[in-house]
């Protein structure tokens, strides 16, 4: 299955700072990207996603930037909170029948008081 | 909410035992699915299935097993335990088959094999 590359593997961000994790991709027929957060003890969980038919996608204070022809794909963190720290997963599929999901590596994110 | 509940937080076996890791959903969901996470190296998919008695290999099979005989319970089979398989293992299920069914996760199961 076709990569994505994921970075940084950690990232320290002060509170009240923007917090960015970027994710790029090979396989063009790659049509969603999520993007799942993960806290100490627990399972991932769908945090948001994104279509390539929009270039932004913004909840609260999460945001996906979406560079179709580059083929990456980021995860914006504004007014970073210590509650935001996680370890933040990527993905993409294909939206076929019986696609699966290809994870990225992951980003650990610490935001400090 | 969905709840995907996994027999065991943790689970310590010796190298060569047979070693079953359970997991059940609560949700009538179609699909469900064997993840396992390292440090390092993120979410590998070992199998999936999208029906009863249904499987299907990710990217990592080699050295597992599955079974689902009813459709709230899958489950992942070592049939001989090696110490390479000492990791986290993380169910998930998803509503139905396509993107736009999120996946949700159990809170894994960590396997030490020694």
């Known amino acids: 299955q076709q990569q994505v590359k994921q970075s940084p593997q950690s990232l320290i961000v002060q509170k009240g700072g923007i917090s960015i994790i970027n994710c790029a991709y090979e396989?063009?027929?790659?049509?969603?990207f999520p993007w799942y957060q993960q806290f100490p003890g627990k399972g991932p969980a769908l945090l948001i996603a994104?279509?390539?038919?929009?270039s932004e996608k913004k909840e609260g204070r999460f945001t996906i930037s979406f560079n179709k022809s580059a083929k990456q794909f980021s995860l914006h963190i504004m007014d970073s909170q210590p509650g935001d720290s996680a370890t933040y997963f990527c993905?993409?599929?294909?939206?076929?029948?019986?696609?699966?999901?290809?994870f990225g590596k992951g980003t650990m994110l610490l935001v400090s008081p | 909410d969905v709840k995907v509940t996994q027999s065991s937080r943790y689970l310590v076996k010796r190298t060569g035992e047979k070693v079953f890791l359970e997991c059940v959903q609560d949700?009538?969901?179609?699909?469900m699915f064997w993840y396992r996470q390292d440090p390092g190296l993120g979410l590998r998919l070992i199998y999936f299935?999208?029906?009863?008695?249904?499987?299907e290999k990710g990217d990592i099979p080699e050295g597992y097993s599955v079974s689902r005989e009813k459709k709230e319970r899958f489950s992942l089979i070592l049939e001989s335990a090696s110490t390479n398989q000492t990791s986290m293992y993380l169910c998930?299920?998803?509503?139905?088959?396509?993107?736009?069914?999120?996946?949700?996760f159990g809170n894994g199961t960590r396997l030490t094999v020694t």
């Open positions: 998930a299920s998803s509503l139905s088959p396509g993107t736009n069914s999120p996946l949700h």
């Open positions: 396989n063009t027929a790659f049509d969603y």
């Open positions: 994104i279509r390539p038919d929009v």
């Open positions: 993905a993409a599929s294909m939206n076929s029948g019986y696609s699966t999901l290809t």
């Open positions: 949700m009538d969901h179609e699909n």
């Open positions: 299935s999208y029906d009863v008695k249904m499987k």
